[in-house]
C-alpha cells in the first residue's frame, strides 16, 4: 500500500467510449503524474501536473486529456481511443523540493477493443 | 538527465547477495542515482538514491564510485519477492518536479 490508489484496475472499453481513470492520494502531495506502460516497453512519462497546473505534455494524442482539480486527485479522461492504446496506466505522486522520491499506485489495465 | 546503461537480465540464488550494476559516465556533479524496483504487473516501488556517498536503507544499499561513473544496488540477502524489473535513474533535484524517464531496466531473477 503506497498511499496512491487508482481506480478502475481494470477497463475494457470499445474505440467509440469515453471513459475516466481516476487516482487519488492522501500523502500531503503536490505533483502528481501520469505514465503509461505497454507491453515489453519501458514506463512513458504523460503528463506533469505540479501545484495543479499541467507543467508538462510528452507530445500525448488529445484523446488523452488529463485533469487535476485539486492536489489530492488526478483524472485521466479517455475518449476515441485506438487499440494500441492498451496498455497500464500509471499514476504517481510526490513532494516538490522532497527527496525525490515518486509514489505509484498500483495502475488501470486498460484494454480497448 | 544523464543516460544509464544497466544489464538486461540478471539471477541470483535466495539467500545470496544481488549485486546489480549501473553505468552512468556522463553524470553530471547535482545529479542524483535513484533507483525503482517494479514487480509483475504492480506500480514502480523506490528503493534508495544518493549523490556521491554509500547510502543504505531497510531495502538496499547503494554504492557509488569515486568517479559517480557508475554505481552498484546490493539486496544483501534475496529473495523470492525480490524478482522484479530494477531501474536505474540519474536525474537532477533542481527540477521543482521529479519527472523521471525510466530505462529499460535489468531483470532479476530469485532462484530458489
Known amino acids: ?113 | 538527465d544523464a543516460k544509464t546503461t544497466q544489464p538486461p537480465s540478471m539471477d541470483c540464488a535466495e539467500g545470496r547477495a544481488a549485486n546489480l550494476p549501473c553505468n552512468h559516465s556522463t553524470i553530471s556533479g547535482n545529479e542524483y542515482v535513484y533507483w525503482y524496483r517494479q514487480i509483475h504487473s504492480q506500480g514502480p516501488q523506490y528503493i534508495i538514491h544518493g549523490l556521491k556517498n554509500n547510502e543504505t536503507n531497510e531495502m538496499a544499499s547503494l554504492i557509488i564510485t569515486e568517479d559517480r561513473k557508475s554505481s552498484t544496488l546490493i539486496l544483501p540477502h534475496a529473495t523470492l519477492r525480490d524478482t522484479a524489473v530494477y531501474y536505474c535513474i540519474v536525474k537532477s533535484k533542481v527540477d521543482s518536479s521529479y519527472k523521471l524517464i525510466f530505462g529499460s531496466g535489468t531483470r532479476l531473477l530469485v532462484r530458489p
Request: with cysteine.
Open chain 1, 1 to 113: 500500500e503506497t498511499g496512491v490508489t487508482q481506480t478502475p484496475r481494470h477497463l475494457v472499453m470499445g474505440m467509440t467510449n469515453k471513459k475516466s481513470l481516476k487516482c487519488e492520494q492522501h500523502l500531503g502531495h503536490n505533483a502528481m503524474y501520469w505514465y503509461k506502460q505497454s507491453a515489453k516497453k519501458p514506463l512513458e512519462l504523460m503528463f506533469v501536473y505540479s501545484l495543479e497546473e499541467r507543467v508538462e505534455n510528452n507530445s500525448v494524442p488529445s484523446r488523452f486529456s488529463p485533469e487535476c482539480p485539486n492536489s489530492s486527485h488526478l483524472f485521466l479522461h479517455l475518449h476515441t481511443l485506438q487499440p494500441e492504446d492498451s496498455a497500464l496506466y500509471l499514476c504517481a505522486s510526490s513532494l516538490l523540493g522532497g527527496a525525490g522520491e515518486l509514489f505509484f499506485g498500483e495502475g488501470s489495465r486498460l484494454t480497448v477493443l
